[in-house]
């Protein structure tokens, strides 16, 4: 069965800095992994998604992600946090075949200070 | 020229009554989603619809009925209200699996809350 695990609830960064959001993964076949982002009150926006194509996937905003597989994570990064970053981020895999099916991991909340 | 939308985007309302959520998409995709998010922000899908035909039935109460009149609509009765039934309610659509990994496009959410 597919399921994603996101290794931080909570993660602080100062505007400026590094980000760095966790996930690893566990999945019975080559996975399709995606990275959605909740701003407050708001509905989820797609950062990026990875799909058996090129490892490093480039998504919106400078986030990217690393698939690796023998590791099984797909970790999310940005050099440089932004004070509009701030959000729950939620790590997302494909159970694939006729239906589609996404399973969620619990969400980490991001909160960048000034 | 909103990809995906719902109405209503806040929905209060007491124990027992009955509501509809509604949700359309204009991004000419042919699968729809309905996803349940909880109190501690968990996603979980809820129902899938194909071009009309439903796909995936979680086990999901049966006062929760999906309904589809064409594949850019799928609404969401919810019958004899509950507490429990609190959450926000996303709608979702994407084109058909012809491959994996297809995207899943999201509504804005309708925030219900039973009293």
């Known amino acids: 069965a597919q399921s994603v695990t996101q290794l931080d609830s909570h993660v602080s960064v100062s505007e400026g800095t590094p980000v760095l959001l966790r996930c690893n993964y566990s999945s019975s076949y080559s996975p399709s992994l995606f990275w959605y982002v909740q701003h407050p009150n708001k509905g989820l926006q797609l950062l990026l998604k990875?799909?058996?194509?090129?490892?490093l996937v480039k998504g919106i905003n400078g986030f990217e992600a690393e698939f690796k597989k023998s590791e099984t994570s797909f970790h999310l990064t940005k050099p440089s946090a932004h004070m509009s970053d701030a959000a729950e981020y939620f790590c997302v895999v494909s159970k694939g075949g006729a239906t589609n099916k996404l399973i969620f991991g619990t969400g980490t909340l991001l909160a960048v200070q000034p | 020229d909103t990809a995906v939308s719902q109405t209503p985007k806040y929905l209060v309302t007491q124990m027992g009554n009955d509501k509809s959520i509604k949700c359309e998409q204009n991004l000419g995709h042919d699968t729809m989603y309905w996803y349940k998010q909880d109190s501690k922000k968990f996603l979980k899908i809820m129902f899938s619809?194909?071009?009309?035909?439903?796909?995936i039935n979680e086990t999901v109460p049966n006062r929760f009925s999906p309904k589809s009149p064409d594949k850019a609509h799928l609404n969401l009765h919810i019958n004899s209200l509950e507490l429990g039934d609190s959450a926000v309610y996303f709608c979702?659509?994407?084109?058909?699996?012809?491959?994996?990994?297809?995207?899943?496009?999201f509504g804005p959410g309708t925030r219900l809350l039973v009293l």
């Open positions: 979702a659509s994407s084109r058909p699996l012809v491959r994996a990994g297809e995207t899943q496009y």
């Open positions: 619809y194909n071009n009309k035909e439903l796909i």
């Open positions: 990875y799909t058996s194509a090129a490892t």
